[in-house]
């Protein structure tokens, strides 16, 4: 394997972590961004002196709007974006729904006052009510024939109150409607359509909301804000507090998924260039090696999903201040922290169950640690000489790759021949090994063979079995002794009979 293969190899197996870890940095730094544009928001009425119920009003409609900005980044949702244009025109809206384009796609008027009925009773406001208030500007519309007298002021717009203000103000509002109903329809129907469009939330219909703000809530924010002791934290917005367990798991496993793409199309990348070349050039495809290289791909993709699942969840419990121990490190420290530890226990286990040696694993584990920090100072290079997002981490980490490959196997190089020439062995990076190479001994004409290898001929003992035998009868015959004289005995017949 050459210098560009073995990089480029190491190159697809630490990319998916790394472009996961990215992706979530980018995601946690995305919400810090919206808590801070809250914050600078409300810095303008810090010392103010405007009193404490309208201040109340005010601070309601920035923590709506940036509540919503909020949950829209941790939802990583592209939709219509929350302003507060800070119109005085009558019958303007407070909070404005703004889609990409710049057009406004929703409006909304929030009412803070002391009671439900008096919240609910100002969003139902006429253009003749507003007149005989003194308002100017409904007066001068009915007058030119732009607004007949029952129309409401803030018709065409949803009607925010307080969260705990919210039911009583819709029993109030139908109420009032039944009570209109026979005598004066048309007071009947503006009660009706008010309720209809009154809420406690921003809500663009993508999934998420405003936070909900109670009348008391909205006081003591305003305090907060006037005497400058404002806390996003204290009002549980801060990116930490927004990413819960559930939220975390979710999108981290959304993001691995994410580079499991990554890292099967990075495998798949060399096969089907050279089956377009076969192709242009002869018309023909190897279907083994599709086969062969599709199963590789998948493999990768798992490989990927694992490291860019746990690079991500890492990298977001680090940056949100879930982990304050990691808070300090950036997206690439973070990701190359987790390939490393990836590597480590899958190496550990190949040691465990004897496919790799300890010596082995050890170099294997350290080089990869060299590569992958070079891959990851490269990349980032790479994105901040190329600003579009992923593409130039992705080249840098290309770069980087090769170049650590390279880099390490000229100082292996060196290693090796300083080890040959002067006997060192640095720390054991150089092993010694006195045995004369096999195909050494082949040339000089000896046999060789493996000892690992050598097995010595069975021997397999010829099966017998027992004869069957039968116990002979012995039956000894009778004899007699007799006395012939003195000292000597006559024996007849001392023999025994065997049938």
């Known amino acids: 394997m050459d210098e560009f293969e073995e990089g480029y190899e190491r190159f697809c197996d630490g990319l998916p972590a790394s472009i996961a870890a990215e992706r979530s940095a980018e995601w946690v730094d995305s919400i810090d961004r919206e808590v801070h544009r809250l914050e600078a928001g409300l810095e303008q009425f810090s010392g103010t002196g405007t009193p404490i119920d309208s201040l109340a009003g005010d601070v309601a409609e920035y923590l709506h709007a940036g509540t919503y900005n909020i949950n829209r980044a941790v939802a990583r ?28 796609v929703g409006k909304y008027q929030a009412k803070y006052y002391a009671t439900a009925e008096k919240s609910a009773k100002a969003q139902a406001l006429t253009f003749g009510e507003a007149s005989k208030r003194g308002r100017s500007s409904a007066a001068k519309a009915i007058a030119s024939g ?90 549980g917005l801060s990116a930490g507090q927004k990413i819960d367990p559930g939220t975390l798991l979710r999108d981290s496993a959304m993001t691995g998924a994410y580079a499991a793409a990554l890292a099967a199309a990075l495998e798949l990348a060399p096969t089907v ?6 192709m242009a050039t002869g018309g023909t495809l190897d279907a083994d090696l599709l086969r062969s290289e599709g199963a590789a791909a998948l493999r990768a993709g798992g490989r990927g999903f694992v490291s860019g699942t746990a690079a991500a969840a890492v990298t977001t419990a680090a940056r949100s201040g879930m982990v304050p121990a990691l808070a300090g490190l950036g997206a690439p420290a973070l ?48 994105q901040a000489l190329v600003p ?19 880099a390490l196997s000229a100082a292996d190089w060196a290693t090796f021949s300083l080890g040959i020439t002067s006997g060192v062995v640095l720390f054991g990076r150089v092993e010694r090994d006195y045995s004369i190479p096999e195909p050494v001994l082949a040339a000089m004409g000896l046999d060789c063979f493996d000892f690992e290898r050598y097995a010595a ?22 004899f007699e002794l007799g006395f012939v004289r003195r000292g000597v005995l006559e024996v007849r017949g001392v023999r025994g009979l065997v049938d």
């Open 146 to 235: 732009e607004a007949l007298e029952g129309d409401q002021v803030y018709g065409g717009s949803r009607r925010l109150v307080p969260e705990d203000q919210l039911d009583k103000g819709l029993e109030w509002l139908e109420r009032r409607a039944a009570k209109e109903a026979s005598a004066r329809p048309g007071q009947a129907a503006r009660y009706r359509d008010t309720a209809s469009e009154l809420r406690d939330r921003v809500d663009g219909g993508r999934g998420y909301t405003s936070d909900g703000l109670t009348k008391d809530g909205s006081r003591d924010a305003a305090e907060a804000v006037r005497d400058g002791r404002f806390k996003p934290s204290e009002q």
């Open 335 to 382: 990701a190359t922290l987790v390939a490393i530890t990836s590597r480590a226990i899958e190496g550990g286990v190949d040691v465990a169950v004897g496919r790799t040696g300890a010596d082995a694993f050890a170099a294997s584990l350290s080089r990869d640690a060299a590569v992958l920090a070079l891959e990851a100072a490269a990349g980032a290079a790479g």
């Open 388 to 406: 579009v997002p992923y593409l130039g981490y992705l080249l840098g980490s290309l770069v980087g790759s090769v170049l650590g490959a390279a």
């Open 273 to 278: 260039i050279e089956s377009i070349h076969s």
């Open 457 to 478: 001929e069975g021997f397999e003992p010829a099966p017998f079995e027992p004869a069957s035998f039968s116990f002979d009868v012995f039956s000894p015959e009778r």
């Open 77 to 104: 949702d592209e939709g219509p974006i929350a302003v507060v244009p800070r119109s005085h025109g009558f019958g303007s809206a407070d909070v404005e729904l703004v889609d990409g384009t710049g057009s406004v």
